[in-house]
Every structure is written in C-alpha cells, then in structure tokens.
C-alpha cells in the first residue's frame, strides 16, 4: 500500500502560481511513476502530468505545457507541481497518484490515490 496525501491548493487569481505537494508514505516512493490528474465539476478526471520513477522523464498535457512543472524527491517521498500562470479553466481538484508499471496518462493505469486538493482560479 502506499498512502498519498496532497496539500498546497488555495484560491488564486489568474495568472498567479501555486505549488501542489503529494506526500507518500508506504511503499519504496522510487520504486513509483507518477502523475497528477484533476477533476472539475461534472468532468471526467483528467491527466495533468507524470514523471518516472527517476525524475528524469516527464510528460505534460498540452494545455499545461510551459505553465506547470512536475518534480519530485525520492529521499523526501515527495511529489510537486509548480503552477505558474494559473488560468480559470485549471480550476480543478487536483490528484496525485502512483502506478508501479509505467507512467501513464490515464486513470485507470495508476494504483493509488490521494484525496485531493482544490485549486479555484478567479478570473
């Protein structure tokens, strides 16, 4: 088992920053890929970003491409995502999740979840 918990979201305005962080406890935090996903009221949960179980490797949506960096620490069982120029349309609850096959970008290919974190953009 490994247990996610998220923190780091808030209300913000657009084109500000916030910084999301996914603590891991549990199992060996390197031994995971993984990824960030949201969700916004009556959508579908959807990828945001992924990383590799190294760090070295990341993959973003195109609409968060150049805005969001995803990061982690594998000494720290941490897990980020730097959000800079915060538009409405991320607001979102945001979810990190950990997949000990291979960083993918659906839901369904992850293993574990936290519970969320919201992130509301005012206009």
């Known amino acids: 088992q490994v247990q996610l918990v998220e923190s780091g979201g808030g209300l913000v305005q657009a084109g500000g920053s916030l910084r999301l962080s996914c603590a891991a406890s549990g199992r060996t935090f390197s031994n995971y890929a993984m990824g960030w996903f949201r969700q916004a009221p009556g959508k579908e949960r959807e990828f945001v970003a992924n990383i590799g179980w190294s760090g070295f490797s990341t993959y973003y949506t195109d609409s968060v491409k150049g805005r969001f960096t995803i990061s982690r620490d594998n000494a720290k069982n941490t897990l980020w995502l730097q959000m800079n120029s915060l538009k409405p349309e991320d607001t979102a609850v945001y979810f990190c999740?950990?997949?000990?096959?291979?960083?993918?970008?659906?839901?369904?290919?992850?293993?574990?979840w936290g519970q969320g974190t919201q992130v509301t953009v005012s206009s």
């Open positions: 999740a950990a997949s000990h096959l291979y960083t993918g970008t659906y839901p369904g290919e992850y293993d574990y």
